[in-house]
């Protein structure tokens, strides 16, 4: 059971204080925060212990969400029901951060009144939690020059508004009662984390895909949903692959809600969304790539001069020419002890630069469309450099977005709400994969 | 944190909050109360506004209501006077036909932590119970628990213990597994809630219909159910089987500690509830939560110790992603050294190579231990990798692989040939003291085998005026002892200087010790001094050998799906392989002690001889019952103390503090409770019974000591030191 919960933001402030028990003192706060800064980078800090009260936490949106008690509770429980809580706030407040916490603290206090009653868990679901809670939430909009671009010349409806604003989802799901009354709308998510790990001549060592199905409803109720998937999903290796276009999963895992009498023969997956963001479906792929990986990198890495390293990267981006991947980061290590670098990068929008905090050089790159080739030259000065620094330089890691893509191929086919469904929704369906981790060597 | 100025804050509000014209503006009147709020999750004591919010809880606006009410609950115990006078507009609420307003007010009233509320809250408690919202009985069973909690000392009262276990049958789902905590909290005591067959088939039939939360929360409680025959134990496994793929990451973990637990005669069904979870498991280690991901891995660890081949077809799940945190990365490294096999050696180990030139140097030097571990079975194929680190020159690099040649050379001594060729090559950029104790343990021990050891010596001692760690000087004053027994020639005079500047101008006292142990020692002459200083050149017990052992389920199920796996202390009892054997270069002085003993012709041996119990080889279980069903009692005792009241692990360490090994016991509170015990010394064979059959008389352990060959001297000796380690257990708890 939970002694106490309290969100902290990372300066330490007291954002949101709550004791269920009585049995610890209200300086735990401070004891927690001490013991968490004072932990250096290597121990673990998910679980630590004074005297005989125990904190949990966990860091998300630069908060500290942290649960203390005396008994000794399944981990798994706690950090899931924080993370929870994490989730909840931001489909209440239509974000998680400091400020968004500060703005809607009676809101949260609120919500951790029902979740939680004498240090035990009640509900967390949102069907339940909407009809206690009454607090509105509270937002900022910062003016934004990004609204007023989509409105067309004349005002008249352009081609960019039939896409959603990536923003367009982080908005608190209850504030449909205000004067956004109108936006019935349900987004759909497919988001695919990549991680691989590749060898020097572009071997895959491996890869492997997370993915999930998210919903976020805006919808106050809605009726059953019908997601259709692939037709041709394969779920397990053992099966045997053909030539056809079939998208594989190693497995698959599904909300408890989801209804699968259609999943096996349609691939149809059956849902009644409650309001706010839920995970629908997770799936793997492990040890394989059904595309070919998005990014190839040719280094060259030479001495120069006596105390200079040339470093010639060469990246190709193998996506098809209509995809474009954004927010590409290429980290490269370099030796110890490097002072200055120069650049010559193929356009301006690119930028590079040497941290010698972390003895790497990042270069960034905004757009990189599907099949160009991007090459770039640093010149880095390495006083008192030695044949065996060139062995520091390597493995390259990358980070990037590829928005419109999913890697395994996976696509909704089709997205219906039942006919009973009264008023009007939009319904958006997006796709997104993300670098987990992409190192080359 | 105390505001500067927060006395005129208060004072302020107190104004605003009892202005009329506020009172009379709905919206500025809560605006006052949000910042009372807000001024107090921040740590500013507002209190002296109880009054104010007192008054300000009459209102139909539920919002302000449940923020006044959280105020009261706050500071009730600061001002119980002035709760009491909230308590009637509560009890009144208590009484609304809203549901929301009913449940809201009864929550926030059993909340009020100070003495002398329960005379208030027990009558609308009780009505709560019977309400037709499930919402209020929710409340209302929980509102039991809480007046328990208030009044710890007060007779339980039968009939709301009955109620709630008639609430087990309620239809709401949270009401049933409210009524399950309330009753462990009210009965406590006695052992917590009962769970017999009826009520165990019921939550299992009800299992269904809870949320997550539940589920979990009722696999845990089944825990302390056991079922009756075999056909009932399976009957509950089948219903249970599909929670062990739940998408729930604590509804997983808590059914499979409930598998684990139940089929605890039957390792055939843990095997399969193992493989069963693996992949949920795994999904957790993937999480996008780094925290859960941190469990999983953790959990991970503890399955492996059983089952050490379950996770090595997906090595490639624990490989790090560099963005990861590296208390992540660490246990990744951790749970990769174990699952190395024949198929994936090469790409484990390629991975690990790549980790060795990481940014962060800590993470560059557990990466080279872990190859160092990974090089006790595939020696070649590690020194490579090592051999070629040291070919970057970087400090941290370097200090961290002569540390673990140093270890690789305890451990498998059949790798020291290539460690002595490749040495010589690190002498150079050796610089903090840690990496020179290793070095000069290499030279010392292995001197012969490197050629150029009495030079390298030579530089150290050279320098030892610049030297400022006392440990690497005694590390040097042992290497060059030992040098100077395998190549006197080369090592005479340097010892001599070495000895001379120790002991005539050293000041720390450590060094100086051992500097004159060594002078006396050397005095004695030659072979004497050969006896005590060479010891074992590597591991003897041999642990490469006997390889990895197996654990049972059993030793690490209790602790599975608590904190314990997450908590760094439980690090150490992970890795005992690595942890207990002793690191041979610090312990120069242990490795004098024992041999000295034996060789100093100064200490007569006394008849009264000093008895020094030890464990010796394991007796097996089989082993143990033949012997103690042959021999005759030699002594029975009563001691004065009762059965030690701690956890059975820790029971076991503090035995085997004082050398006496525990073959097995009763588990948990069930009586009689037994212990069987053994050790040795003094050339005999010692076992015993601990015995504690009456929990009512205090001091009524029994133990029963049989021995082979008789020797009472021994046994006294056993008693004592039985009977002091059990005091020390009954002070401690």
Same mark, same amino acid.
Not at chain 2, 20 to 49: C, E, F, H, W
Not at chain 2, 314 to 336: G, N, Q
Not at chain 2, 536 to 560: A, C, I, R, Y
Not at chain 2, 571 to 590: D, G, H, M, V, Y
């Given at each position: 059971?939970?002694?106490q919960?309290?969100?902290l933001?990372?300066?330490?402030?007291?954002l949101?204080?709550?004791?269920?028990?009585?049995?610890?003192s209200k300086d735990s706060?401070?004891v927690?925060?001490?013991?968490v800064?004072?932990l250096?980078?290597?121990?673990?800090?998910?679980?630590?212990?004074?005297?005989?009260?125990?904190f949990i936490h966990i860091?998300q949106?630069g908060?500290?969400?942290?649960?203390?008690t005396?008994?000794n509770?399944s981990?798994f429980?706690i950090?899931?029901?924080?993370n929870?809580?994490?989730a909840?706030?931001k489909?209440?407040c239509?974000?998680?951060?400091e400020?968004?916490v500060?703005m809607?603290?009676?809101l949260i206090?609120?919500?951790?009144?029902?979740m939680?009653?004498f240090?035990y868990?009640?509900?967390?679901?949102?069907d339940?939690?909407?009809?206690?809670?009454?607090t509105?939430?509270?937002?900022s909009?910062?003016f934004?020059l990004?609204d007023?671009?989509?409105?067309?010349l004349f005002?008249?409806?352009?081609?960019?508004?039939?896409?959603?604003p990536?923003v367009a989802?982080?908005r608190?799901?209850m504030s449909?009662r205000?004067e956004?009354?109108?936006?019935?709308?349900?987004f759909?998510d497919v988001?695919?984390?990549?991680s691989v790990v590749?060898?020097?001549?572009g071997?895959?060592?491996k890869?492997?895909i997370?993915?999930?199905i998210?919903?976020k409803?805006?919808?106050p109720s *809605?009726?059953?949903m019908r997601?259709?998937l692939n037709?041709?999903?394969?779920i397990?290796?053992?099966q045997l692959?053909g030539?056809?276009?079939?998208? *594989?999963?190693?497995? +698959?895992?599904?909300?408890?809600?989801?209804?699968l009498?259609?999943?096996?023969?349609?691939?149809?997956?059956?849902? *009644?969304?409650?309001?706010?963001?839920q995970?629908v479906?997770?799936?793997?792929?492990?040890?394989?790539l059904p595309?070919p990986?998005p990014f190839q990198?040719f280094?060259s890495?030479?001495?120069d001069?006596?105390?200079?390293v040339?470093i010639?990267l060469k990246?190709?981006?193998d996506?098809?020419?209509k995809s474009?991947?954004l927010?590409?980061?290429v980290?490269?290590?370099?030796p110890?002890?490097?002072?200055?670098?120069?650049?010559?990068?193929?356009?301006?929008?690119?930028?590079?630069?040497l941290?010698p905090?972390?003895k790497?050089?990042?270069w960034?790159i905004?757009?990189?469309p599907g099949?160009?080739?991007?090459?770039?030259?640093?010149?880095?000065?390495v006083?008192?450099?030695?044949s065996?620094?060139?062995?520091?330089?390597?493995p390259?890691s990358?980070?990037?977005?590829l928005p419109?893509?999913t +890697?395994?191929?996976?696509?909704i086919?089709f997205?219906?709400?039942?006919?009973t469904?009264?008023?009007?929704s939009?319904?958006?369906v997006?796709?997104?994969?993300?670098?987990?981790?992409?190192?080359?060597? | 944190?105390?505001?500067?100025?927060?006395?005129e804050?208060v004072?302020?509000?107190?104004r605003?909050?009892?202005?009329?014209?506020?009172?009379?503006?709905r919206?500025r009147?809560k605006?006052y109360i949000? #910042?009372v709020?807000?001024?107090?999750t921040q740590?500013? =004591?507002v209190?002296s506004l109880?009054? =104010?919010?007192v008054?300000?809880?009459a209102?139909v606006?539920i919002?302000?209501?449940?923020?006044? /009410?959280? /105020?009261?609950c706050?500071?009730?115990?600061?001002?119980?006077d002035?709760a009491?006078l909230?308590?009637?507009?509560?009890?009144?609420?208590?009484a609304d036909?809203?549901p929301?307003?009913?449940?809201l007010a009864? #929550?926030?009233m059993?909340?009020f932590?100070?003495p002398?509320?329960s005379?208030?809250i027990?009558?609308p408690?009780?009505?709560?119970?019977r309400?037709?919202?499930?919402?209020?009985?929710?409340v209302a069973?929980? $509102?039991?628990?809480?007046?328990?909690?208030?009044?710890?000392?007060?007779e339980?009262d039968p009939?709301i213990?009955?109620e709630l276990?008639?609430?087990l049958?309620?239809p709401d789902?949270?009401?049933?597994?409210?009524?399950?905590r309330?009753?462990e909290?009210?009965?406590k005591?006695e052992g917590?809630v009962?769970?017999n067959?009826p009520i165990?088939?019921?939550l299992?039939?009800?299992?269904k219909?809870?949320?997550?939360?539940?589920?979990?929360?009722? %696999?845990t409680?089944?825990?302390?159910?056991?079922p009756?025959?075999?056909d009932e134990l399976?009957?509950i496994?089948?219903l249970?089987?599909?929670?062990?793929?739940?998408a729930?990451?604590?509804?997983?973990?808590?059914?499979?500690?409930?598998?684990?637990?139940?089929?605890?005669?039957h390792?055939?069904?843990?095997?399969?509830?193992?493989q069963?979870?693996?992949?949920p498991?795994?999904?957790m280690?993937?999480s996008?939560?780094?925290?859960?991901r941190?469990?999983?891995?953790?959990h991970?660890?503890?399955?492996?110790?059983s089952?050490?081949g379950?996770?090595?077809?997906?090595y490639? #799940?624990f490989?790090?992603?560099y963005?990861?945190?590296?208390?992540?990365?660490?246990r990744k490294?951790?749970?990769?050294v174990?699952?190395?096999n024949?198929?994936n050696?090469t790409?484990?180990?390629?991975e690990?190579?790549?980790?060795?030139t990481?940014v962060?140097?800590?993470?560059?030097q557990v990466?080279?231990?872990?190859?160092? #571990?990974?090089?006790r079975t595939?020696?070649e194929k590690c020194l490579n990798?090592?051999?070629?680190?040291?070919?970057?020159k970087q400090e941290?690099?370097?200090?961290?692989v002569?540390?673990?040649?140093?270890?690789?050379?305890?451990?498998?001594p059949?790798s020291?040939?290539?460690?002595?060729?490749?040495?010589?090559?690190?002498?150079d950029?050796?610089?903090?003291?840690e990496?020179?104790?290793a070095?000069?343990w290499?030279?010392?021990?292995?001197?012969?085998r490197?050629s150029?050891?009495?030079y390298?010596?030579?530089?150290?001692?050279?320098?030892l005026?610049?030297?400022?760690?006392?440990?690497?000087k005694?590390e040097?004053l @042992?290497?060059?002892v030992?040098?100077?027994l395998c190549?006197?020639?080369?090592?005479?005079?340097?010892?001599?200087?070495?000895?001379?500047?120790?002991?005539?101008e050293e000041?720390d006292?450590?060094?100086?010790?051992?500097?004159l142990? /060594?002078h006396?020692?050397?005095q004695r002459g030659v072979? !004497?001094?050969?006896k005590?200083v060479?010891?074992?050149?590597?591991?003897p017990?041999m642990?490469?050998l006997? $390889?990895?052992?197996?654990e049972?389920?059993s030793q690490w199920?209790?602790?599975?799906?608590t %904190? $314990?796996?997450?908590?760094?202390?439980?690090?150490?009892f992970?890795?005992?392989?690595?942890?207990?054997?002793?690191?041979p270069?610090n312990?120069?002085e242990?490795? %004098?002690?024992?041999?000295?003993?034996d060789v100093s012709?100064?200490?007569?041996t006394d008849?009264?001889e000093?008895l020094?119990?030890y464990l010796g080889p394991?007796?097996?279980?089989?082993?143990f019952?033949?012997?103690?069903l042959?021999?005759?009692?030699q002594h029975?005792?009563?001691?004065?103390?009762?059965r030690?009241?701690i956890?059975?692990?820790?029971l076991?360490?503090?035995?085997?503090?004082a050398?006496?090994?525990?073959l097995?016991?009763?588990?948990g509170?069930t009586?009689?409770w037994?212990?069987?015990? /053994?050790?040795?010394?003094?050339?005999?064979l010692i076992l015993?019974?601990l015995?504690w059959e009456?929990?009512d008389?205090? $001091?009524?352990?029994?133990? @029963?000591?049989k !021995?082979?060959?008789?020797n009472?001297?021994a046994?006294r000796?056993?008693?004592?030191?039985?009977?002091?380690?059990?005091?020390t257990?009954?002070?401690?708890?």
């Amino acid at each position: 059971m939970i002694s106490q919960i309290f969100i902290l933001s990372s300066k330490g402030d007291h954002l949101i204080y709550k004791d269920f028990r009585g049995e610890a003192s209200k300086d735990s706060i401070n004891v927690f925060y001490e013991m968490v800064t004072a932990l250096s980078g290597d121990q673990p800090p998910v679980v630590m212990t004074h005297k005989d009260l125990h904190f949990i936490h966990i860091r998300q949106g630069g908060l500290y969400l942290v649960a203390s008690t005396k008994t000794n509770p399944s981990p798994f429980t706690i950090i899931e029901f924080l993370n929870r809580l994490a989730a909840l706030t931001k489909d209440y407040c239509g974000s998680l951060s400091e400020k968004s916490v500060r703005m809607n603290f009676a809101l949260i206090y609120e919500l951790l009144d029902e979740m939680v009653d004498f240090g035990y868990i009640q509900t967390t679901s949102t069907d339940m939690l909407k009809n206690f809670i009454q607090t509105e939430a509270v937002t900022s909009k910062p003016f934004s020059l990004f609204d007023l671009s989509n409105v067309g010349l004349f005002g008249a409806e352009t081609q960019q508004s039939k896409v959603a604003p990536s923003v367009a989802a982080s908005r608190p799901i209850m504030s449909s009662r205000g004067e956004q009354g109108g936006k019935n709308e349900i987004f759909v998510d497919v988001i695919e984390r990549l991680s691989v790990v590749m060898g020097s001549k572009g071997v895959l060592m491996k890869a492997d895909i997370q993915g999930e199905i998210r919903i976020k409803c805006f919808l106050p109720s *809605c009726s059953e949903m019908r997601i259709g998937l692939n037709e041709e999903l394969n779920i397990g290796k053992s099966q045997l692959k053909g030539y056809s276009s079939a998208v *594989c999963v190693d497995e +698959c895992r599904f909300h408890q809600a989801v209804n699968l009498d259609e999943f096996d023969t349609f691939r149809i997956l059956k849902v *009644c969304p409650s309001q706010g963001e839920q995970t629908v479906m997770q799936y793997q792929l492990c040890d394989e790539l059904p595309c070919p990986p998005p990014f190839q990198l040719f280094p060259s890495v030479e001495k120069d001069y006596v105390n200079r390293v040339l470093i010639f990267l060469k990246l190709r981006c193998d996506l098809p020419p209509k995809s474009t991947a954004l927010n590409v980061s290429v980290t490269v290590p370099v030796p110890k002890g490097a002072i200055s670098m120069s650049q010559e990068l193929s356009s301006p929008d690119q930028t590079a630069e040497l941290q010698p905090k972390n003895k790497a050089l990042l270069w960034e790159i905004p757009r990189f469309p599907g099949g160009a080739q991007l090459s770039a030259l640093f010149k880095v000065d390495v006083p008192g450099l030695s044949s065996a620094s060139l062995l520091e330089v390597g493995p390259v890691s990358m980070s990037f977005e590829l928005p419109k893509q999913t +890697c395994t191929g996976l696509q909704i086919r089709f997205l219906r709400l039942s006919p009973t469904q009264t008023g009007l929704s939009q319904r958006w369906v997006r796709y997104v994969t993300h670098s987990d981790s992409y190192t080359i060597h | 944190m105390p505001y500067f100025g927060s006395e005129e804050t208060v004072k302020e509000l107190k104004r605003a909050l009892s202005n009329p014209n506020v009172q009379a503006d709905r919206l500025r009147y809560k605006n006052y109360i949000t #910042r009372v709020i807000r001024y107090m999750t921040q740590g500013l =004591d507002v209190s002296s506004l109880f009054m =104010d919010m007192v008054k300000a809880s009459a209102t139909v606006d539920i919002v302000q209501k449940k923020l006044v /009410y959280l /105020y009261m609950c706050t500071y009730a115990s600061d001002k119980p006077d002035l709760a009491l006078l909230a308590i009637n507009t509560l009890r009144k609420d208590c009484a609304d036909p809203n549901p929301m307003v009913r449940g809201l007010a009864l #929550r926030n009233m059993c909340n009020f932590r100070m003495p002398g509320i329960s005379e208030y809250i027990e009558q609308p408690i009780v009505a709560g119970l019977r309400d037709k919202a499930s919402y209020v009985r929710r409340v209302a069973v929980m $509102g039991c628990a809480k007046m328990q909690s208030l009044q710890p000392n007060i007779e339980i009262d039968p009939s709301i213990v009955n109620e709630l276990y008639a609430l087990l049958r309620d239809p709401d789902p949270v009401v049933v597994v409210n009524c399950l905590r309330a009753l462990e909290e009210i009965l406590k005591d006695e052992g917590g809630v009962v769970i017999n067959k009826p009520i165990a088939h019921h939550l299992l039939n009800r299992m269904k219909d809870l949320d997550s939360w539940g589920q979990s929360e009722v %696999l845990t409680f089944l825990l302390r159910y056991r079922p009756r025959s075999d056909d009932e134990l399976f009957d509950i496994l089948s219903l249970l089987d599909a929670f062990l793929q739940s998408a729930h990451a604590h509804v997983a973990v808590a059914t499979l500690r409930l598998f684990l637990h139940l089929a605890a005669t039957h390792p055939a069904v843990q095997a399969d509830a193992l493989q069963h979870t693996s992949s949920p498991l795994l999904t957790m280690c993937g999480s996008i939560s780094r925290e859960l991901r941190f469990a999983g891995l953790c959990h991970v660890q503890q399955v492996m110790r059983s089952q050490p081949g379950l996770f090595a077809p997906h090595y490639k #799940r624990f490989f790090c992603a560099y963005s990861e945190p590296s208390y992540i990365k660490f246990r990744k490294m951790e749970i990769l050294v174990e699952l190395v096999n024949d198929e994936n050696v090469t790409l484990v180990l390629e991975e690990l190579r790549s980790y060795c030139t990481d940014v962060s140097p800590e993470l560059a030097q557990v990466a080279i231990a872990a190859i160092g #571990r990974i090089a006790r079975t595939y020696s070649e194929k590690c020194l490579n990798i090592l051999t070629g680190l040291l070919a970057l020159k970087q400090e941290h690099i370097t200090s961290a692989v002569i540390q673990t040649f140093r270890d690789l050379v305890w451990f498998c001594p059949q790798s020291t040939a290539a460690v002595c060729q490749t040495v010589e090559a690190c002498v150079d950029c050796t610089q903090d003291s840690e990496a020179k104790q290793a070095l000069l343990w290499l030279l010392g021990e292995h001197g012969e085998r490197i050629s150029s050891a009495p030079y390298v010596l030579e530089v150290y001692i050279d320098g030892l005026k610049t030297e400022l760690s006392s440990s690497v000087k005694m590390e040097l004053l @042992t290497a060059a002892v030992k040098m100077f027994l395998c190549r006197p020639a080369e090592t005479q005079d340097m010892l001599g200087r070495l000895l001379h500047h120790c002991i005539e101008e050293e000041s720390d006292m450590c060094v100086r010790d051992r500097a004159l142990l /060594y002078h006396r020692l050397l005095q004695r002459g030659v072979e !004497q001094t050969r006896k005590v200083v060479m010891g074992p050149k590597s591991d003897p017990s041999m642990s490469v050998l006997t $390889g990895h052992q197996q654990e049972p389920v059993s030793q690490w199920v209790s602790n599975f799906n608590t %904190l $314990g796996p997450l908590s760094a202390q439980d690090l150490c009892f992970q890795t005992p392989l690595i942890a207990l054997p002793e690191q041979p270069s610090n312990n120069a002085e242990e490795e %004098l002690l024992p041999v000295s003993k034996d060789v100093s012709p100064f200490i007569p041996t006394d008849d009264q001889e000093e008895l020094n119990l030890y464990l010796g080889p394991p007796l097996s279980h089989e082993a143990f019952e033949r012997t103690w069903l042959d021999l005759e009692v030699q002594h029975r005792e009563t001691l004065s103390y009762t059965r030690p009241r701690i956890t059975p692990d820790a029971l076991q360490a503090a035995l085997q503090l004082a050398k006496i090994q525990t073959l097995a016991f009763t588990p948990g509170d069930t009586l009689p409770w037994k212990a069987y015990l /053994y050790t040795r010394g003094n050339r005999t064979l010692i076992l015993a019974e601990l015995l504690w059959e009456d929990p009512d008389i205090e $001091g009524s352990l029994v133990v @029963t000591v049989k !021995q082979q060959p008789p020797n009472q001297h021994a046994l006294r000796g056993f008693v004592s030191t039985l009977s002091s380690v059990l005091q020390t257990l009954d002070i401690d708890s």
